[in-house]
């Protein structure tokens, strides 16, 4: 018999079944079991955190009251107390995952290192005597801009031990981009690395630290302590520079774990949002590392012969919550890797899970796009058969994708985990339970027990089966983000106001759009504000527009998404100029040069269009939707005559 093609599977609307061996081995093996648990958690959230909070986490001193809820604000746990870092580690120490790897590193070019539970908190105890003498307390902030290497994940807990946040920047925004940043948090100390190994490179990363705090622009940092990895010359400024490799040797291991209230602040990490700078989302401690924890155990079936991979960076939530807290608190393997698929080695990840023999694998859709591109024979000149689970997150999954993630990542037999979540959420929201439920490619199935999700319209009535809305969620659930770091009100006004409360229940607008089907699965959209999704990253168009305008040459700029095959989406830009500047293709080149140096490589314009005049209403708003359909190459969508000046529109269109 002939395999079906990858249409007629679409076309039958399939759904994928969990295997029996794999949901008999399975944490959670049935729809039933998934049903019972999801009503239980439903009919009292807070009893069913607090049961799990007991049994997965250990405390030194139980709370109080589970949930305290003021809308929109949150506490969990209050009065407890505990240490994510001693979650991750210590507990560990007493059983025999001691000597069990904790991080597997796969290193550029061509270093490894293995830690053990054992070695990784040695290492984390020791960092945390470091900053200590370097001046830092309890409560105080520490900015992290750091290549994948393990003393990444060692310096977040080492952070959290003593409890002082960690906001990490992720090594690929610039200079300019990690001031805003260490300035808001207001860090006492930046960690970073001579360098790291990008794409073939040595990229400097000590180099944009001292140039985000040249003429004491960064006021608070005291001192910056630096991991030797790539060993180019650096810049040296004696009083507040710092070696790691010449304190570690005379650096104590020895560091208990400082007790932490359930709500003291674990860390700050700073997202797009639809205005103004990107704003630092604020998590806590005890219902951060209940809930990465659960979400780990139950989505990804985690267990102790697991080798563990998240492809994503430790500069975004995915490697904060799954490959740094989740992981380690479940005392799994958690495997980090510095590189990057690229044209002189395109088939190295495959190598990286045929020499771990990796089980679960966690990636983006926008990387599977890429592998789709580069063949299936590099895949299958690897031995892949050790991997049992796959993940992915970042964007929707376009079902063609899924199938080949299926078919030839997964050779049919690996359940394929969409987890639906955001920076704001702390940990999967929309996710398969892979011994229980059913999947459908390109959605995130079900929420997970504990999340009560809801598709409604701008109201907040839900709508029916299968009709758009917008995704919320209704319960307040233990990894919920707490605030915008010092800006309550916006925290309020971004995540709780576009939709009211319905009959007294707060909803959480997660800025996505959804629908739900017949069978009760939800179907993400992507999203519905400003915010664009540019491989799996997210950036605020208002955010590379101000980027624009602070260029001399520019008046004006609008920017906005359009689709693209590989990214899902890029960054498209329309700019009316200043008088005395002309439109040239030098003048592009410099201006997306421009948005690299404002922000970092990520929001790099794919396309800038000059304009004489933007589209916009009589009131002077913007009409990004004909600009949206501009970029694309579409018809114009939608009623043109509320715009103040039509030949605008015909201008723009001649142009492209
Ligand atoms: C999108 C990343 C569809 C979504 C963890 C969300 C997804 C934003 C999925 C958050 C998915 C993430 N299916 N869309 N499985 N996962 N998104 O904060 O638009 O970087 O709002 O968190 O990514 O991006 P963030």
């Given at each position: 018999m002939s395999q079906p093609t990858i249409e007629s599977i679409l076309q039958e609307k399939r759904l994928f079944r969990p295997a029996e061996d794999f949901s008999s081995a399975a944490h959670i093996s049935s729809m039933?079991?998934?049903?019972?648990?999801?009503?239980?958690?439903?009919?009292?959230?807070?009893?069913?955190?607090?049961?799990?909070?007991?049994?997965?986490?250990?405390?030194?001193?139980?709370?109080?009251?589970?949930?305290?809820?003021?809308?929109?604000?949150?506490k969990w746990f209050v009065g407890g107390k505990l240490n994510i870092s001693y979650n991750c580690l210590d507990r560990h120490l007493t059983t025999w995952r001691r000597n069990k790897a904790a991080l597997i590193w796969e290193g550029e070019p061509g270093d490894s290192r293995t830690l053990t539970y054992a070695q990784l908190h040695r290492e984390v105890c020791q960092m945390a005597n470091v900053l200590k003498d370097l001046g830092v307390k309890k409560g105080d902030r520490v900015g992290l801009y750091m290549p994948m290497i393990p003393e990444a994940a060692i310096a977040m807990l080492a952070c959290a031990r003593i409890g002082a946040a960690h906001t990490v920047i992720f090594g690929g925004f610039s200079a300019d981009a990690l001031r805003d940043r260490l300035n808001d948090a207001e860090a006492k100390v930046v960690i970073t690395a001579d360098g790291g190994f990008r794409k073939d490179k040595a990229v400097p990363l000590k180099a944009a630290v001292d140039q985000a705090l040249e003429d004491n622009a960064v006021p608070s940092v005291a001192h910056v302590l630096v991991v030797q990895r790539t060993q180019q010359e650096v810049n040296w400024q004696a009083d507040r520079d710092v070696w790691w490799h010449e304190r570690q040797p005379t650096a104590s291991a020895d560091c208990p774990a400082e007790p932490m209230d359930s709500?003291?602040?674990?860390?700050?990490?700073?997202?797009?949002?639809?205005?103004?700078?990107?704003?630092?989302?604020?998590?806590?401690?005890?219902?951060?590392?209940?809930?990465?924890?659960?979400?780990?155990?139950?989505?990804?079936?985690?267990?102790?012969?697991?080798?563990?991979?998240?492809?994503?960076?430790?500069?975004?939530?995915?490697?904060?919550?799954?490959?740094?807290?989740?992981?380690?608190?479940?005392?799994?393997?958690?495997?980090?890797?510095?590189?990057?698929?690229?044209?002189?080695?395109?088939?190295?990840?495959?190598?990286?899970?045929?020499?771990?023999?990796?089980?679960?694998?966690?990636?983006?859709?926008?990387?599977?796009?890429?592998?789709?591109?580069?063949?299936?024979?590099?895949?299958?000149?690897?031995?892949?058969?050790s991997l049992r689970l796959l993940g992915t997150v970042g964007e929707p999954i376009n079902p063609e994708a899924w199938m080949w993630y299926h078919e030839v990542i997964g050779g049919g037999q690996c359940p394929i985990v969409d987890t639906w979540w955001q920076t704001e959420t702390g940990g999967f929201m929309l996710t398969p339970l892979p011994g229980a439920t059913p999947t459908k490619p390109g959605s995130a199935t079900k929420p997970f027990p504990g999340i009560l999700a809801d598709?409604?319209?701008?109201?907040?009535?839900?709508?029916?089966?299968?009709?758009?809305?917008?995704?919320?969620?209704?319960?307040?659930?233990?990894?919920?983000?707490?605030?915008?770091?010092?800006?309550?009100?916006?925290?309020?006004?971004?995540?709780?106001?576009?939709?009211?409360?319905?009959?007294?229940?707060?909803?959480?607008?997660?800025?996505?759009?959804?629908?739900?089907?017949?069978?009760?699965?939800?179907?993400?959209?992507?999203?519905?504000?400003?915010?664009?999704?540019?491989s799996g990253h997210r950036l605020g168009t208002m955010e590379i527009e101000s980027a624009l305008v602070s260029h001399p040459a520019v008046a004006e700029a609008a920017v906005v998404g359009r689709k693209d095959e590989l990214k899902g989406e890029d960054v498209f830009a329309f700019v009316t100029l200043e008088g005395q500047y002309s439109p040239s293709d030098s003048l592009k080149a410099e201006l997306k040069q421009h948005v690299v140096k404002e922000i970092g490589a990520i929001a790099r314009p794919g396309d800038i269009r000059f304009a004489d005049a933007l589209p916009k209403t009589r009131s002077g708003k913007i009409i990004r939707r004909f600009l949206r359909n501009l970029a694309s190459g579409e018809e114009i969508v939608g009623d043109a005559t509320t715009m103040e000046d039509q030949s605008v529109l015909d201008k723009l269109r001649e142009e492209a």
């Open positions: 039933a079991q998934y049903q019972a648990l999801y009503e239980q958690a439903a009919a009292d959230p807070a009893a069913f955190w607090a049961e799990l909070a007991e049994q997965e986490l250990d405390w030194f001193q139980k709370w109080d009251q589970t949930l305290d809820w003021q809308p929109p604000f949150v709500e003291d602040l674990l860390f700050i990490l700073y997202t797009s949002g639809t205005t103004g700078k990107p704003k630092g989302v604020v998590h806590t401690t005890g219902g951060y590392n209940l809930y990465t924890h659960m979400t780990l155990k139950w989505a990804f079936d985690i267990k102790d012969t697991d080798v563990y991979w998240c492809t994503a960076d430790v500069g975004w939530i995915t490697g904060h919550s799954y490959i740094v807290y989740g992981p380690l608190s479940n005392g799994a393997t958690s495997l980090m890797y510095e590189g990057a698929p690229r044209a002189s080695n395109p088939g190295c990840f495959w190598d990286v899970v045929e020499k771990y023999g990796v089980t679960i694998f966690y990636t983006a859709p926008t990387a599977i796009r890429a592998f789709i591109k580069m063949g299936d024979e590099l895949p299958k000149a690897r031995d892949l058969s598709v409604v319209d701008l109201d907040g009535n839900p709508v029916g089966a299968n009709e758009g809305g917008y995704l919320v969620i209704k319960h307040p659930w233990p990894s919920m983000m707490r605030t915008v770091y010092g800006n309550d009100e916006r925290y309020r006004k971004t995540y709780w106001e576009h939709i009211p409360p319905q009959d007294g229940q707060y909803l959480y607008f997660a800025g996505d759009g959804a629908r739900r089907d017949e069978d009760g699965y939800f179907w993400v959209m992507g999203r519905v504000d400003d915010v664009l999704n540019v």
